[in-house]
């Protein structure tokens, strides 16, 4: 017989009260209200631990560092009593060969019915040498990681868009986990890392309801990243009053103004972080004084300077020579160049009406 | 090449293969791979970094102002220490100023991160190798509550206490879904510590989980979110205002007093679970203070951190001294310049890069990171599946660096063995103190136990140091300065055409520095030489072995399928969390597979 | 006054006056024309905004009523837009000409490349046409009509962000997001294209006035009455 979850926090000490605290909690952090806390109570109360994988390719494990900063609910009961963290590259006590075993054993046991979660993404260059796992290429493990679970959830950037290492020249062709994996329901996470309580966000989502979390048209839970961070911003009346940080230090950054004009990419940013904000809603990057650099978009790095709104266009192998600029100044210089021809255009057209409208003359005067 | 002598140990692979698998330059992925004779003994180690992001050829060409976020996602676990080399470098390539302000931020949000990640790291990342949870279900937790009301004022100490959480680890046991804790190592001869300090240990192991994410609170106040904050070359993002209007979209008193609260908090946990926990267990484990040495009696570096004056890197401001020690010789503390082409350079003889001449080490400015992946010709196994790597070729994705053509060990022990040889008061007394409480001379430092010893001391410092920085920063502000931001020379049109330049960094796990040549506005060449290079390295041109390879030499296995031993000492270096290891036979075929976590 | 059909070339006269721009396309160009100056103004603003004012935020909506200038302005572009798209059907044979460029006709390709020899000097005179030249419905079409196309498209995706995903605004536009690639593409794609528009215009409007002065038919006129007058025969 196995536990459910509530059986095993009642037995791990949690009283029934602070369980049912936890559930409403978790489901005001869901935006669901007295109903939901119940549907979770009941949910904790029935289910087994959902067993989980959890492997890391190329990446900088800022996703795992992320996830242990959940404080509602605490990595710790997700760990203990949620899931079932079979393998897990930065908690797991289980070493190689037994932690090699522990994910055949839940590949075997859970057919179908376990979560892989990915963090990081495999480079397909070299054969997928830049990145070995068990002295094998990690895209080949991940194939077969990925190839009976129920979902798989691609954590953060790197494995849902290819994040630092896919910038370009993308040298190592870091391959977000989607373009690798096609037959699987993805669950996009993204950021860099994502904000804690959405990583646990999500898994409880799943949890609870027994169902994947309703996913925008890239993938991504719409809970969590239905809207820009600038929608939510709490400087969003300085952005309408037209309030700007023009230099950081400034007057300006001192009283709190909008960080567009020091490249703010909060209204091209589809993340929490404005509202959710992180290390348990102490701050996020805006209200310390830092424009978002958007790293929960696809691509954010090669999108221009962190310190311009505008993108950085930079023309495919030209870039070396000076061939970029926003599309303003590439903008300018196009209407430029077109002035000068025009302007040139006609000073030609003149000359040449002149000379033939003298020509035209002398016919006529033949013609007398 | 059966048998070598390099840096007074014998390198002998004649012996069985035993294989450790996956760090990436900083962090990821490290294959260890050792030769054990037949007693067991290691007589040849070999450590391969196994991934490769090509962080620095991604950098050419952008703005050496975005660099920063760029290198900070080299490691989310030292997360910021990048991004802090970075903007100091492109500061000093620049000649931009830093104001007090920001000085004092950067201090304080790299001492914060020094706290958290020696925590993470002794309770999470390495405990394991020494605590069985298992055992501490035997555990009478009224003897748990003695043992903790002697060694500490912890208020968390009462039987009732530790029953609560042995009945929580009990029924997670029982529930048969071990999760995080399956299928691991407990009940190995090689833990030694009685179930009641397995308990403790256990216990502390879920409080530092809960209590790590305070600590980084800091960085969140400041950079915006851990991890990975916000860094700005010419200072710090967050502006100061205490009172004036908008104040609440500034560093203001809640946030100050939130910082005050978390250093308390900080010094509290640390001095009264961290070091008693640490002291505790390492008494049970003497023998590893013999063990693990490696280049620590030998050969130590380290940069200098925690600059007490803005904008001045040498030892006059900082407060953990550089210095290089050779030989074992704490008498003579040589200086370090980064700058110097003899000095730092890098070799890729054993490393899948290719430079035009390999028997040549390149100093970073004139770097070169070209990956060229090729096996040796005594491989086993191919190019998808490696079984055992061939050292006498090309062997690892990380680099060897080496000083003066020295291979040296980097991280707290360094920092300390230099701070202890310049004379550094509170190290000196820390380091005696604890060397009396132990009762072991001085030499125990070189070894895996010296190495997490030296972490824990150094955390309860950074501790301290984070209430004197909360404090220099509210006097600075007293005194009436809140700049925070020199901007003089944001933008590029005041930068020189071409300009280079490198500043020192101590990340938590060591020696790191980012050397940077900015060219028409935008990076020209940007090489990163981080502690996990100068540790994890392979073999030089002239075969010297790295440091983690050369800690592994000698020690003895009791069980080489279950290398605890190799975890313990590689874990000593903290290299990072997620590094999956693992032992195959001589036939090439797999024993077992170790995770180093 | 016989004229090809297709390409609208004037092959011999007599040149009599032509009704060539109904009431409602001229209304429609000169009412487009107010709104892509006040939408590259404002534009450019939002991309580029003026140094920060001060005061109380509260009591300042300066920036948000130029985005909201831009709203208005946009929307009725819209409208313009899809009514002249209606006008393809309703109006007469010139109402079609940008819209759709008669690509498959050699007489059509022969004129264009007939009118740019004619721009590049290397003709001494044009044919002459009723409605826009081949050339000028080929920059028609592809700088005003598919810019306009791009940079509607960008604009209500950009628009429907504040909804969020999910919302009928997102529903319907959320996809031009997802094919860019982003937010921040769109963005850029739509910034590029004003600049795109701009460059059409200014060309536009060099060669209405060079085309007033120099050809043989009236231009700037024909967009305030509709009627295309032959000043002399063409040769």
């Known amino acids: 017989m196995s536990d459910t979850y509530y059986d095993l926090m009642r037995r791990q000490g949690i009283s029934r009260r602070s369980f049912l605290k936890f559930c409403s909690l978790t489901a005001a952090s869901l935006g669901l209200g007295e109903a939901g806390a119940q549907q979770i109570a009941q949910a904790m109360e ?49 070493a190689g060969e037994q932690l090699r075993a522990n ?23 070299e054969e997928g040498n830049y990145c070995i796992y068990y002295g094998k290429p990690f895209v080949d493990v991940l194939r077969e990681y990925a190839k009976d679970a129920k ?64 996913l925008d048209a890239q993938g991504r839970p719409k809970m969590f990243y239905g809207q820009r961070v600038h929608d939510k911003c709490y400087r969003r009346p300085h952005f309408d009053a037209g309030q700007f940080v023009e230099a950081f230090d400034d007057e300006g950054a001192r009283k709190g103004y909008c960080l567009y004009k020091v490249g703010c990419k909060g209204p091209t940013t589809y993340n929490a972080c404005s509202a959710t904000r992180w290390n348990e809603g102490l701050s996020f990057p805006i209200q310390s004084g830092h424009g978002c650099i958007g790293c929960s978009e696809d691509d954010f790095w090669d999108k221009g300077s962190f310190y311009d709104h505008l993108t950085t266009i930079r023309a495919p192998g030209l870039a070396n020579l000076g061939v970029e600029g926003t599309a303003n100044r590439i903008g300018l210089a196009a209407l430029g160049v077109a002035g000068a021809a025009l302007a040139a255009h006609a000073a030609v057209s003149a000359i040449k009406q002149a000379s033939s409208r003298g020509r035209n003359d002398r016919v006529s005067d033949v013609e007398k | ?158 039987p009732a206490y530790f ?85 609440i979209g500034a560093i203001n008193m809640t946030s100050l007093n939130q910082v005050k609260e978390i250093c308390d908090r900080t010094i509290e946990f640390i001095e009264q679970v961290y070091l008693p926990d640490l002291i505790a267990v390492a008494g049970f484990y003497k023998d590893w203070a013999k063990i693990g040495g490696g280049l620590a009696g030998q050969n130590v570096l380290s940069y200098g951190e925690f ?23 704490l008498a003579k503390v040589q200086d370090v310049d980064l700058k110097a082409p003899d000095q730092v350079q890098e070799w890729v003889t054993h490393s899948w890069y290719k430079y035009a001449q390999e028997q040549n080490g390149l100093h970073p400015f004139d770097g070169v990171t070209e990956p060229n992946f090729v096996l040796g010709p005594n491989t086993k196994g191919d190019r998808k599946e490696i079984k055992e790597v061939d050292e006498a070729a090309k062997y690892s994705w990380v680099k060897s660096p080496r000083w003066k053509g020295h291979a040296v060990e980097v991280g707290p022990l360094a920092r300390y063995l230099v701070a202890y040889a310049r004379g550094h008061k509170e190290v ?76 020192p960094c101590e990340a938590p796990r060591g020696a790191l520095a980012h050397w940077v040549k900015i060219k028409g506005g935008r990076i020209d060449s940007y090489q990163a030489v981080v502690p996990t290079t100068w540790n994890a390295g392979p073999r030089d041109a002239r075969n010297q072995i790295g440091a983690y390879e050369a800690a592994l030499m000698n020690t003895p296995m009791a069980r080489p399928e279950q290398p605890l031993e190799i975890l313990r000492t590689v874990h000593s270096f903290d290299p990072c969390l997620a590094c999956a290891t693992h032992v195959m036979s001589p036939e090439g075929e797999e024993l077992v597979a170790v995770k180093v976590r | 006054m016989r004229v090809n ?231």
Request: charged letters at 15%; a neutral charge; hydrophobic letters at 45%.
């Open chain 2, 428 to 503: 000196k007394e820390q380091v005696d103190a604890v060397l009396k409480q132990l009762d072991v001379p001085v030499a125990a430092l070189f070894s895996t136990l010296g190495r997490t010893a030296a972490r824990g001391l150094e955390a309860q410092l950074a501790a301290r140091k984070m209430r004197q920085y909360h404090a220099d920063l509210v006097a600075n502000i007293k005194a009436g300065d809140l700049a925070t931001a020199n901007v003089e020379k944001w933008e590029p049109s005041t930068w020189p055409a071409e300009a280079k330049g490198v500043a």
């Open chain 1, 46 to 94: 029935t289910k087994q631990r959902t067993p989980v994988i959890w492997i890391e390719g190329l990446e900088c494990t800022c996703c795992s560092e992320s996830f242990i900063r959940s404080a509602h609910p605490l990595a710790k009961d997700v760990v203990l009593s949620m899931l079932s963290l079979d393998y897990h590259m930065t908690l797991s006590a289980a």
């Open chain 2, 163 to 247: 029953r609560e959480v042995q009945n929580r680890l009990r029924k997670f046991v029982e529930s048969g879904q071990l999760g995080i804790f399956n299928n691991a190592y407990w009940g190995h001869p090689a833990y030694k510590l009685p179930p009641e300090v397995n308990l403790l240990a256990t216990t502390h192991y879920l409080e530092a989980l809960d209590f790590q994410k305070e600590i980084v609170k800091i960085q969140t106040i400041f950079g915006g979110k851990n991890p990975h904050p916000n860094w700005l070359v010419g200072g710090v993002p967050s502006p100061i205002n205490v009172d004036g209007t908008g104040a």
């Open chain 1, 151 to 214: 979902a798989v959830i691609s954590w953060g950037s790197c494995a849902s868009w290819g994040c630092v290492q896919a910038a370009k020249p993308n040298p190592t062709r870091a391959t977000p986990i989607h373009k690798v994996i096609t037959d699987k329901p993805i669950i996009k996470v993204p950021g860099c890392p994502p904000i804690a309580e959405v990583m646990t966000g999500v898994v409880t989502y799943m949890l609870t309801f027994d169902r994947l979390p309703d």
């Open chain 3, 5 to 235: 059909r297709v390409s609208g070339r004037v092959l011999e006269g007599p040149f009599e006056p032509v009704y060539v721009y109904e009431a409602p396309v001229r209304f429609w160009h000169w009412t487009m024309a107010i709104c892509m100056v006040v939408l590259a103004a404002t534009g450019y603003l939002i991309g580029s905004p003026l140094p920060a004012i001060g005061g109380e935020a509260t009591f300042s909506y300066f920036f948000a009523n130029i985005r909201m200038i831009h709203f208005i302005a946009a929307m009725l572009f819209v409208v313009l837009f899809l009514v002249r798209i209606v006008w393809v059907f309703l109006g007469n044979h010139h109402a079609r000409s940008i819209f759709v460029p008669p690509v498959w006709s050699a007489e059509w390709w022969s004129g264009l490349f007939s009118q740019a020899a004619y721009y590049l000097f290397l003709r001494r005179e044009p044919h002459h046409w009723v409605g826009h030249n081949p050339l000028a419905q080929f920059a028609m079409f592809a700088m005003f009509v598919l810019g306009s196309i791009v940079i509607v498209l960008t604009g209500l995706a950009l628009y429907s962000e504040q909804y969020g995903w999910g919302s009928v605004w997102m529903n319907a536009f959320g996809w031009v997001n997802v094919l860019l690639g982003g937010s921040q593409m769109v963005r850029t794609v739509h910034n590029l294209a004003m600049w795109y528009l701009l460059l059409f215009a200014i060309v536009h409007v060099y060669m209405v006035f060079r085309e007033d002065i120099m050809s043989g038919e009236s231009v700037i006129g024909t967009m305030i009455n509709g009627i295309r007058m032959f000043k002399r025969a063409p040769r």
């Open chain 2, 307 to 329: 600059p007490e004056i803005a904008n001045d890197y040498s030892n006059k401001s900082m407060y953990f001294p550089s210095g290089v020690i050779l030989g074992g010789d």
């Open chain 2, 1 to 158: 090449m059966a048998t070598y002598q390099t840096q007074g140990f014998t390198l002998d692979n004649s012996g069985k293969r035993v294989v450790v698998d996956p760090i990436c330059r900083i962090e990821g992925h490290l294959r260890i791979e050792v030769n054990v004779d037949k007693d067991n003994v290691i007589r040849n180690a070999v450590s391969t970094g196994t991934m490769w992001r090509g962080l620095e050829v991604i950098l050419k060409g952008r703005d050496p102002r975005d660099a920063w976020a760029f290198v900070e996602r080299i490691c989310g676990v030292c997360t910021g220490v990048h991004a802090l080399a970075s903007v100091r470098s492109v500061e000093d390539a620049l000649g931009i100023r830093i104001p007090k302000n920001a000085n004092i931020i950067r201090n304080l949000m790299h001492a914060t991160l020094y706290a958290q990640d020696h925590l993470v790291h002794f309770y999470h990342l390495h405990a394991l190798d020494w605590v069985d949870v298992v055992s501490a279900l035997k555990a009478d937790p009224k003897k748990t509550s003695e043992i903790q009301q002697a060694i500490s004022p912890w208020p968390m100490s009462s």
């Open chain 1, 103 to 125: 994910a055949h054993e839940t590949i075997k046991k859970h057919k179908g019915n376990y979560i892989l979660a990915v963090e990081g993404n495999p480079p397909l260059a």
